[in-house]
């Protein structure tokens, strides 16, 4: 078992004035290097976990603990420094006048040296492919590069988590792969955690674990796999299932003879073609 | 509609003049605009316009942009030009028709303050036109830092500076977009009375309020999560650094202060 990053225990939540609680007795664990996707239907209490882990709201009761420090407002900005978070608006979370200036804002904030500074800005664009994009104002760029943009300053800070609060929903397809690819590369380098608060299923189910959170309560834990098993149960919480694995199930209702645990079209693709190939 | 802003205002070009420290410029059209008041003769004027034309060759900016800037003051250079002409009398009756007269004095004070409104003018886009205003934004917090022992909000200011720069193409993109969705909707905001016109724009405020309210607060957040708590602790990823040369046009700046205050009489 990987060492355990971030624990929640019990966690109550309330917005002032709204009668229900926003998140109900939460309790879950992150490890060290994992994909966790956390969905749910709006009004979930999933982006109300998101501000939570990184100290935008405070718990009424519970506690939140990230690598052995527990957060309170007093610890809060160094947990910040140790958390990145990419929101959904790529306009409203671009700061700088150009995308240096963007990337330079949190190592600004944090008091980085200015030689330090610039090495950090320049690397952490390469690793998200924008370096060529320097000096460019942010109205010149699409959804897509905003984002990783983003994400560039988020890496630069060197933090262990990142949080993608719904970061893909504005984006159109091409530029979903584009960030979603570019997170994919960071975490396999730099043993980053993710954690990724979302809608889309097809992303959901390419991560390690999953949880479903329903009416501010954790609803369901597990891998995708087994998630995805409970298909009736999804679609009840107004969810949907990935459209490989609804294919998968109406192909086995017919008679064809597809194994189970096709997460995402290439997978159910390839496995076809085979079956094809020995009919 | 972008390139009609202010922002369209900075001429990119690589002259000594866009080279040098933002904190220069803006140090030598404020003490400039001071000097200027100095000169009361032909040849302190002379001095000062040849020491502008110098700025202007050395920027290499092209002279219709200068032009552009002169053109909506032009009427004030004329009117206060006639107003001198028409109540200044002093000096020798140059003519004289009826109630209508014109003194030596009225003629050469009118010039005189038109001259210095045209070089003031001059000087003063000569800094917006080469400096970015995220330059000019940096250069003043740093001249204005040492306000900040008297708790004036240099860093707050500046930030607030830069946010509304950024945010001028994406507000302007947004209106756009509105004034497209309500024209969708039957709004004529090109033709009809004044009244009618004023009145077709509260349909564009209003969304456009309520979204930059929306976007002032995601921004905010994003902010907080990026770790911003005020200017404190802060360091800065813009350097600016003062060169030779800054301190050769400060010199040639003081020169020319001391050569108006030998030549005015």
Known sequence: MRKKLVSLSNIIFKYEGQSRNALDDVSFDIHQGEWLAIVGHNGSGKSTLAKLLNGLQFANSGTITINDQRLTEESVWDVRRKIGMVFQNPDNQFVGTTVQDDVAFGLENAGVSQQVMVERVHGALNKVKMNAFLNQEPHHLSGGQKQRVAIAGVIALQPDIIILDEATSMLDPRGREEVLETVRELKQENEITVISITHDLEEAAKADRMIVMNQGRLYREGTPQDIFELEEELIALGLDIPFSVKLTKELQKNGVHVVDGHLTEEELVKDLCELHSMM | ?265
Request: net charge positive; glycine share 6%.
């Open chain 2, 1 to 265: 509609m972008l390139d009609k802003m202010i922002i369209g205002r900075y001429v990119p070009a690589n002259s000594l003049l866009h080279r040098m420290d933002p904190r220069a410029k803006l140090l030598l059209v404020f003490l400039f605009v001071c000097v200027v008041f100095l000169a009361n003769n032909f040849v302190s004027y002379g001095l000062l316009a040849v020491f502008t034309i110098l700025l202007i060759s050395v920027s290499k900016i092209p002279l219709r942009y200068l032009y552009n800037g002169l053109k909506p003051i032009f009427f004030l250079i004329v009117f206060t030009f006639l107003l001198h002409i028409l109540f200044t009398k002093e000096g020798e009756l140059l003519f004289e028709y009826g109630w209508f007269a014109i003194y030596k004095g009225g003629l050469i004070q009118g010039l005189f303050i038109s001259i210095r409104f045209t070089l003031l003018i001059l000087v003063t886009s000569l800094l917006t036109l080469t400096t970015t205003p995220i330059s000019i934004t940096d250069g003043m917090e740093e001249l204005l830092g040492p306000l900040k022992k008297w708790k004036m909000p240099v860093h707050e200011l500046a930030l607030m500076m830069s946010i509304a720069l950024r945010f001028i193409p994406t507000l302007m993109e947004e209106t756009e977009k509105i004034m497209k969705a309500q024209t969708a909707r039957g709004v004529d905001f090109s033709s009809g009375p004044i009244k009618e016109r004023v009145k077709s724009i509260v349909p564009l405020l209003v969304p456009l309020f309520v979204s930059s309210f929306k976007r002032a607060e995601e921004l905010a957040t994003a902010m907080e999560s990026r770790g911003y708590r005020g200017g404190e602790g802060r360091t800065k990823y813009r350097q600016l650094n003062w060169k030779t040369s800054d301190s050769l046009l400060m010199v040639s700046l003081g020169l020319l202060t001391v050569m108006l205050v030998l030549l005015r009489s």
